[in-house]
């Protein structure tokens, strides 16, 4: 890359992992702000703050992959009553509100 733009590339890596890094801690902290229980306030917010909420919100030593976090917010937004996630959970909705608890034995 340097060779094609003829120059180093290296300061403008560096100034667009700054810019990455502060975006990235507005959006945890509006995201942070955010209840992922209340289905109506999580399927309003714009998607990347209701990602970001679901993710932290399911948290853990692994964050939840991309698939899990799109079913609960298809769970959020009425789509499905519930949804299997990681570790034997279950995200469910009752009147408006998200609950993580046991997933159901068959």
């Keep these: ?6 120059r180093d590339i290296a300061p403008v890596l560096a100034r667009q992992a700054t810019l990455a890094r502060d975006d990235d ?3 945890n902290t509006l995201a942070a702000a955010l209840d992922p229980t209340d289905a109506r306030a999580l399927a309003a917010a714009p998607v990347a703050l209701a990602r970001r909420a679901v993710r932290q ?3 853990g030593t692994h964050p939840p992959d ?3 976090v799109e079913r609960v917010l298809q769970v959020a937004r009425g789509h499905s009553v519930a949804t299997e996630v990681t570790g034997g959970q279950r995200v469910s909705r009752h009147q408006q509100r998200l609950s993580l608890g046991p997933a159901e034995q068959a």
């Design 1 to 6: 890359m340097a060779q094609l733009s003829q």
């Design 25 to 27: 801690e507005l959006l």
């Design 57 to 59: 919100w399911l948290g």
């Design 66 to 68: 991309a698939a899990t």
